[in-house]
């Protein structure tokens, strides 16, 4: 093996740069960060060629005065840290002093900058990190970076980057999550002379999400929870039922304010979402945790998108709480009938006049995005096709005109909106059979109704027991000789933090033996008992729910799967749907009846255009 020696500088800043630096992504996010970092409430980024010929990121933040105008290029130079433990408490997006370093060591870079108390301005010229010019320049507050032929000077990471199309939604990709993190602030970017995202200030994280996400706001939820305990503050915006994609790319984690990748926060939302949307779907949203700083490790990865968080099993069970109670809560109906339309779309989803047409990307790569339409960027969003995320080719036949879609889709929401009419409909409605021993069909004047048997017996069980349990008197089935279960270790845990949970509810139970609970009574209403109580014991999460929560649970099993309805008990079911506050979701937040139009089936069949 040759000896050993000390790589010149010049090898060593390369290397250092391409931990940092990647791709022009990768220079896009820096200097976002910066300016956030800066205080800026507007931050402009302009980029040519997909980054390769220019990124420009402008602000109007503190700005860097002349005699720091060096010191900011030089590696580990930075004014946001001075002790080894202000890494632990840091609160700014950046602190390691080297990205301005990397950034300059493999490109030509402009920098010019005016602090509010100077009356001039300057500007710095560095071309792989040697100085070429340093100068007074006319410039107002703020700070812009010109960053142009990156990678001149490592020709193989130059041949590395991909087609513009997808270095631009790699921009993309970095600039949208410092969009939705401030709501406050201005963002804009720009592509080739074109606008592709200009965000105004917005009041809220729901309004900015809709906003640079092209979503309807209606179908986004935002609620906050405060932990005092764990000092935890947990904010979400959640895209509901309604919202899917073929991806999971309009998914975004924020822990103190830093957009990060976790595989086990997304994992719990995710889960969350499970109860009810199906497989093969994935959902919108945006969560935001703050904890205390000490609480997490930010140094990671130069690139600083990894955190590690103390006690994080907790935390994830209390997130995935908060999902679940937000999504059980306030999820609306499904909004069936938009689906049914959009498959039959001249290759666009239908939208509402007025509202910018999403555009599929050029290359199609992804499809939800465009890097090069000469409209503001718009993401293509909440229309759910089969698979591809695509309209099948086949269906790709004029089927609808924009106006027709448009307005039947607003017939739509107008429908969804008005559970009222759908009450009415069922209650004229009338019971023609089954399939599968799942749904209950019923026929009406101007549609056919599915309802899901075991869903629509969750929610009357669920709302009875909730009744019941608000006035105090739950109907308890005593037994005569307990009902023994046989449970494993950790189930048994579960049991002894929550049997007093479960004596609220109606269940009363001791333990048998080691591994036995034996159940005395259970609530009346409930015809599977061991099942019920199985399926809370076996959840991990159960331990922190309260007794609503727990309610909900027990009644999953409230109807035998497969259970053969009779007409008489068919309508019967119908009815008691009917008499509950909130009849077209199950506990659980899935649609309990689905309803389709006529029109949409004659639609389907060619019948009508
Ligand atoms: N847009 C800006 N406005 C004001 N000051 C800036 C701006 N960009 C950079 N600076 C200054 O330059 C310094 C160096 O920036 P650089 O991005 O290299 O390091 P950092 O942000 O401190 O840490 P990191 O490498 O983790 O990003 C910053 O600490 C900051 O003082
Ligand atoms: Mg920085």
Redesign the pocket.
């Known amino acids: 093996m040759a000896k050993v020696h000390q790589l010149p500088p010049e090898v060593i800043s390369k290397i250092a740069a391409g931990e940092v630096i990647e791709r022009p992504a990768s220079v896009v996010k820096?200097l976002m960060?910066?300016?956030v970092?800066?205080g800026a409430e507007r931050v402009e980024v302009e980029i040519k060629s997909a980054g390769k010929e220019l990124i420009s990121v402008r602000?109007d933040?503190?700005?860097?005065g002349p005699e720091?105008m060096d010191n900011?290029f030089q590696r580990h130079?930075?004014?946001?840290i001075a002790k080894a433990e202000d890494i632990y408490m840091v609160g700014s997006l950046?602190?390691?002093?080297?990205?301005?370093?990397s950034i300059a060591s493999v490109s030509d870079v402009l920098l010019q900058?005016r602090t509010r108390d100077n009356d001039a301005g300057w500007e710095i010229h560095l071309r792989g990190n040697k100085r070429l010019k340093s100068a007074p320049a006319g410039v107002s507050y703020g700070?812009t970076?010109e960053i142009r032929e990156l990678f001149f000077n490592t020709p193989a990471r130059r041949k590395f980057l991909k087609s513009d199309t997808t270095e631009t939604n790699e921009i993309i990709d970095v600039f949208m999550p410092y969009a939705l993190l401030y709501p406050g602030k201005e963002f804009k970017l720009v592509s080739n002379g074109k606008v592709l995202l200009e965000l105004e200030k917005h009041d809220s994280h729901r309004q900015r999400m809709a906003a640079a996400l092209n979503l309807e706001s209606k179908n986004l939820i935002e609620t906050e929870k405060i932990f005092p305990q764990e000092r935890l503050n947990i904010h979400l915006v959640l895209g509901n039922i309604n919202l899917q994609r073929k991806r999971r790319d309009m998914q975004f984690i924020f822990v103190n304010g830093r957009p990060v990748s976790s595989k086990d926060i997304s994992f719990h939302v995710n889960q969350a979402y499970r109860l009810l949307m199906p497989d093969g779907v994935n959902p919108i949203f945006s969560v935001h945790l703050r904890l205390p700083q000490e609480n997490i490790d930010v140094n990671v990865h130069p690139a600083?998108r990894e955190i590690r968080i103390k006690d994080e099993r907790n935390i994830f069970l209390l997130l995935r709480n908060c999902c679940e109670h937000a999504l059980m809560n306030i999820s609306p109906a499904r909004q069936f009938g938009q689906q049914i339309s959009s498959f039959h779309f001249n290759g666009e989803p239908p939208h509402s006049p007025g509202v910018n047409t999403p555009h599929p990307r050029a290359s199609g790569e992804k499809e939800d995005r465009t890097a090069e339409s000469g409209k503001p960027y718009r993401v293509r969003s909440e229309f759910p096709f089969p698979s591809g995320g695509r309209p099948p080719a086949m269906e790709r036949q004029n089927v609808f005109s924009q106006e027709e879609s448009a307005m039947l889709l607003r017939k739509e929401e107008i429908a969804a909106e008005k559970n009222e009419d759908l009450k009415s409909t069922l209650k004229s409605a009338r019971f023609i059979g089954s399939l599968k021993k799942k749904y209950l069909l019923f026929e009406s004047t101007a549609s056919l109704l599915l309802i899901d048997q075991h869903a629509a017996q969750e929610r009357i069980t669920y709302e009875k027991l909730s009744r019941q349990m608000a006035t105090g008197k739950v109907e308890i089935q005593n037994l005569l000789a307990p009902l023994t279960i046989r449970l494993n270790k950790k189930e048994i845990l579960a049991w002894e933090i929550l049997k007093e949970k479960l004596e609220k509810i109606g269940f009363s139970t001791t333990l048998f033996d080691k591994e036995t609970v034996a159940v005395h009574s259970h609530p009346a209403l409930l015809a599977q008992p061991e099942a019920a109580v199985r399926d809370i014991l076996c959840d991990e999460e159960s331990k922190i729910y309260d007794t609503d929560m727990l309610a909900r649970r027990a009644c999953r099993q409230s109807l035998m799967t497969g259970y053969d309805m009779k007409a008489q008990e068919a309508e019967y079911l119908a009815e008691e749907l009917l008499k509950c506050a909130d009849p077209f979701t199950c506990p659980h937040g899935r649609p309990t009846v689905v309803e389709i139009t006529m029109l949409s089936l004659d639609k389907n069949f060619f019948r009508r255009l």
Not at 61 to 64: F, H, L, P, T, V
Not at 94 to 101: D, I, Q, S, V, W
Request: proline share 0%; aromatic share 6%.
């Open positions: 820096e960060e910066n300016s970092d800066a602000d933040g503190c700005g860097i720091d900011v130079s930075t004014s946001k950046g602190f390691r002093g080297e990205a301005l370093y900058s700070t970076l600083k």
